[in-house]
């Protein structure tokens, strides 16, 4: 009996090391990672975590305006610094047709959606809610 409730102990701290503990900026990085459609559905960013930090790269884009510009693997997200799961992770996003850079924060809402806000001299310049669409 004793040595089941060992088992189980370590199986849990064992579980916990790898993937945080739920909130966590550890749980979080792994939380985040995945493909997520911008709010018009004109691009697919799979996001994935490096050294604490959140970057992105462009997987899919429609073409705008007649724009042949190529934009796919673009890094749009750049060094998002991973916060606890109820505060915002803050870094910088590059938009992949202008190169226009942004403040940037985002947030989990929910299992499959992101909160994500623009700024700009700490003035909110656009916000949006991105859906996952493949989770690793």
């Not at 018009?40 to 975590?49: A, G, R, V």
């Not at 790269?57 to 750049?78: T, Y």
């Not at 060094?79 to 938009?95: E, F």
Request: charged letters at 20%.
């Amino acid at each position: 009996m004793i040595l089941l409730f060992v088992f189980i102990i370590a199986t849990c701290t064992v579980l916990l090391v790898i993937f945080g503990l739920p909130g966590t900026p550890n749980y979080m990085g792994w939380k985040l990672s995945g493909i997520w459609a911008n709010q018009s559905d004109t691009l697919q960013i799979m996001i994935h975590e490096q050294d604490a930090f959140l970057n992105g790269h462009v997987v899919s884009a429609d073409v705008r305006d007649n724009n042949s510009k190529i934009v796919i693997g673009k890094m749009v997200v750049n060094k998002v610094k991973l916060r606890s799961a109820w505060n915002w992770s803050t870094g910088k996003y590059i938009d992949p047709y202008t190169m226009e850079e942004f403040d940037f924060k985002i947030k989990l809402k929910g299992n499959d959606r992101l909160k994500v806000y623009y700024l700009e001299n700490q003035n909110l310049v656009r916000k949006e809610e991105w859906k996952l669409i493949s989770s690793f």
